[in-house]
């Protein structure tokens, strides 16, 4: 099956410091990439879509300065988070459909600011 | 925006037992709705879903019946193994799941020997 793969899958980072996560479609062309964020014990909440080579589109409550998302190309998007702070320490995760029929979810980041 | 509601946010049943795990949504629009299985630290897996166009799907041990008018899904799963413990997700979403996922809570699934 197609497979989604995301870097780093564990990051320590410093607070006020940026980190950066990718998220790859590695067999597949990934139109639509989101963008997800999981507590510990908690669901997952959408952040984000984006379209390749356009702006993501950002869920409410999100700031779009602090995560950053770009979508470059049809195989890669990325989530900046920038000035990081020990409340964004989480479980980022990405998924991508090609088709929209079918969404692929990459294997997670663990992100731990200190 | 769409509003998924889990129940209940923990099962435990004995092994080989049925487990029934209940979900509404707010969005007539909705007409996609998958369910993950989690387990810590790792990917959702999807082990089924169902279109808004279909009552029902089985799929082994695992079916997934869907009411839209009452806006409401459930997940069976039966003949429960100990690695069927795991949290599970529901979620609803527009065009096929294109539009962005919305989840549920979660239910963390104990399966007692």
């Known amino acids: 099956g197609a497979v989604v793969s995301q870097h780093p899958s564990r990051v320590i980072c410093k607070s006020g410091t940026s980190v950066k996560i990718e998220c790859r479609s590695l067999?597949?062309?990934?139109?639509?990439m989101f963008w997800y964020r999981q507590f510990p014990k908690k669901s997952l909440m959408l952040m984000a879509t984006s379209n390749e080579g356009s702006k993501a589109t950002y869920e409410q409550g999100v700031e779009k300065d602090k995560f950053l998302i770009n979508h470059a190309s049809l195989t890669l998007s990325t989530l900046t988070v920038t000035s990081a702070h020990p409340e964004d320490s989480s479980f980022y995760i990405c998924?991508?459909?090609?088709?929209?029929?079918?969404?692929?979810f990459g294997e997670g980041s663990w992100l731990t600011v200190v | 925006g769409e509003n998924v509601e889990q129940h209940p946010s923990t099962l435990s049943v004995q092994e080989g037992d049925s487990a029934v795990i209940k979900c509404t949504y707010s969005d007539s629009a909705s007409n996609y709705f998958p369910w993950y299985k989690q387990e810590l630290g790792k990917r959702p897996q999807l082990i089924i879903d169902i279109r808004s166009n279909v009552g029902e799907k089985k799929d082994q041990r695992i079916a997934v019946t869907l009411n839209k008018t009452a806006k409401h899904f459930s997940l069976h799963i039966t003949e429960t193994q100990p690695e069927d413990s795991a949290v599970y997700f529901c979620?609803?979403?527009?065009?096929?799941?294109?539009?962005?996922?919305?989840f549920g809570k979660g239910t963390h699934l104990i399966i007692q020997p």
């Open positions: 998924s991508a459909t090609s088709d929209g029929n079918t969404i692929y």
């Open positions: 979620a609803a979403g527009e065009g096929g799941g294109a539009d962005g996922l919305t």
């Open positions: 067999d597949f062309q990934a139109t639509t």
